[in-house]
């Protein structure tokens, strides 16, 4: 079983910096995508970026947004800069094991972390 663990959230003001971090264990990270996902009370969850299994192929929503990852350390990282409130949400990292790229659709992630809440001050 994939155990997905978040870390690096909390409370910022507006244009500053953080680095979100989900360690995966129980599986074979490296073969898997990866994606950062969040979600706002009342709201569907939406997908922010996403990673394939080498790095090689990534989507992101917006330009403030970097993901990657450490296959030596079954780690995806999300550094999100110039922080905006309407970045607050709760941030949530998913795994696809399925071969695939760096899948925009939420229905192909099977593994999921419990999140990690982001707040952004104005």
């Not at 073969?31 to 299994?53: D, K, S």
């Not at 999100?80 to 695939?100: H, V």
Request: aromatic share 10%; with cysteine.
């Amino acid at each position: 079983q994939v155990q997905l663990v978040e870390s690096g959230g909390g409370l910022v003001q507006a244009g500053g910096s953080l680095r979100l971090s989900c360690a995966a264990s129980g599986g074979t990270f490296s073969t898997y995508a990866m994606g950062w996902f969040r979600q706002t009370p009342g709201n569907e969850r939406e997908l922010v970026a996403a990673i394939n299994w080498s790095g090689s192929n990534i989507y992101r929503t917006n330009s403030r947004i970097t993901i990657s990852r450490e296959n030596a350390k079954s780690t995806v990282y999300l550094q999100m800069n110039n922080l905006k409130p309407e970045d607050t949400a709760s941030y949530y990292c998913a795994a696809d094991s399925k071969p695939s790229g760096a899948s925009r659709d939420i229905r192909t992630y099977e593994y999921w972390g419990q999140g990690t809440q982001v707040t952004v001050s104005s």
